[in-house]
C-alpha cells in the first residue's frame, strides 16, 4: 500500500512538472511572438525606404529590391539583428533567462 502511495505520489509530482513545463513554453512562445512582431513593425518602413531609394535612385526593378532588402535588419554574418532592444524583447529575453 506504501508503494502505491510513492508510486502515486511521483506520478502527481511529474504531472505537475510536465504541465507547468508546458505553460512556461506557451508563455515564451506568446513573448517571443510580441518581440518579433514589434520588430517588423519596426523594420517594416526601414525596409520600404530602401526599396524606394534602391527603384527610385538606383533605378533597379522594384521585385529586385524587394527581394534583396527582404531581410533587412535580421541577424546575417557578422551583423547583429536590429531592434531586440524593444520592451517586448526585453521582457521575452528576461523571461527565457529566468526561466532556466
Excluded: H
Amino acid at each position: 500500500m506504501r508503494t502505491q502511495i510513492q508510486s502515486s505520489i511521483i506520478f502527481i509530482i511529474l504531472f505537475a512538472t510536465s504541465v507547468y513545463a508546458d505553460d512556461m513554453k506557451m508563455k515564451q512562445q506568446e513573448l517571443d511572438a510580441a518581440c518579433e512582431a514589434a520588430r517588423q513593425e519596426k523594420l517594416a518602413p526601414l525596409r520600404e525606404k530602401y526599396i524606394e531609394e534602391c527603384v527610385e535612385e538606383q533605378g533597379k526593378d522594384r521585385e529586385y529590391c524587394t527581394r534583396f532588402y527582404r531581410d533587412y535588419g535580421e541577424r546575417s554574418g557578422d551583423r547583429p539583428a536590429f531592434f531586440y532592444d524593444l520592451p517586448e524583447c526585453v521582457e521575452a529575453w528576461e523571461f527565457k533567462r529566468n526561466s532556466r
